[in-house]
């Protein structure tokens, strides 16, 4: 059973520092990575996709990598804003065919003005 | 064009009732998923539709919980005998492409409190 770890749970840092948040994941036989954001009483919002052939994906100031050996993704954030705030949510699907995502426990992070 | 939307928004019932909670996915996407957010519990496949045949329910915490989609749009998640421990954010998400470019999108959530 595929177990997605986000660590730390939550994070606090100072506005225009760039910034690493962790996933792990126990199943390296991962078909593509997942990050989303979930702003507070809202849906989720997609981020990047990483498919397993790929090593990372980049979307403005974001860029995740993925490392199916070692079971990690990483999400960078450079020069992070106010508007970062958000709980970040790394998800994993396992196989095709087997179409559920699961989800990792959750970031939430703090920007400070 | 217009995303995933859920409806209620919010709702509050009382234990033992039951409730209906909607989906409408983004036009044109054929896969559609259910999951719920609990507090403490993160956030849990329930069940995932292609078309209007689900072949992955196993989500589904027990026979009070089923839903179903009908003309390959709209779907219906129904709990019947609500007990508290029901109380989530019930997320809709739906996708186009199956496979590797697959990204699902996600509706606003109803949250649910079963008093």
């Known amino acids: 059973k595929q177990e997605v770890t986000q660590i730390p749970a939550a994070l606090s840092v100072p506005e225009g520092e760039n910034l690493v948040l962790n996933c792990s994941f126990t199943?390296?036989?991962?078909?593509?990575l997942q990050w989303f954001r979930q702003d507070p009483g809202k849906g989720l919002t997609s981020l990047l996709l990483i498919q397993s052939s790929q090593r990372e994906q980049t979307s403005g100031r974001l860029n995740a990598s993925l490392d199916k050996s070692s079971g990690r993704s990483t999400l960078y954030i450079a020069a992070s804003q106010p508007g970062d705030s958000a709980t970040y949510l790394c998800?994993?699907?396992?196989?095709?065919?087997?179409?559920?995502?699961?989800f990792g426990t959750g970031t939430r992070l703090t920007i400070i003005p | 064009g217009a995303g995933v939307s859920q409806s209620p928004s919010n709702k509050v019932t009382e234990k033992g009732k039951d409730v209906e909670l909607r989906c409408d996915p983004i036009?044109?996407?054929?896969?559609l998923y259910w999951y719920r957010q609990s507090l403490g519990q993160g956030l849990e496949f329930l069940i995932y539709f292609q078309g209007n045949s689900a072949p992955d329910k196993s989500g589904l915490p027990s026979d009070r919980f089923s839903a179903e989609r009908t003309g390959g749009s709209v779907s219906t998640l129904t709990i019947q005998r609500t007990q508290q421990e029901d109380s989530a954010v019930y997320l809709c998400?739906?996708?186009?492409?199956?496979?590797?470019?697959?990204?699902?999108?996600f509706g606003p959530g109803t949250r649910l409190l079963v008093l």
């Open positions: 998400a739906s996708s186009k492409v199956r496979g590797l470019q697959e990204t699902q999108y």
């Open positions: 998800a994993g699907k396992r196989s095709f065919g087997n179409e559920k995502l699961t």
């Open positions: 199943d390296s036989a991962i078909y593509n």
């Open positions: 036009s044109g996407h054929t896969a």
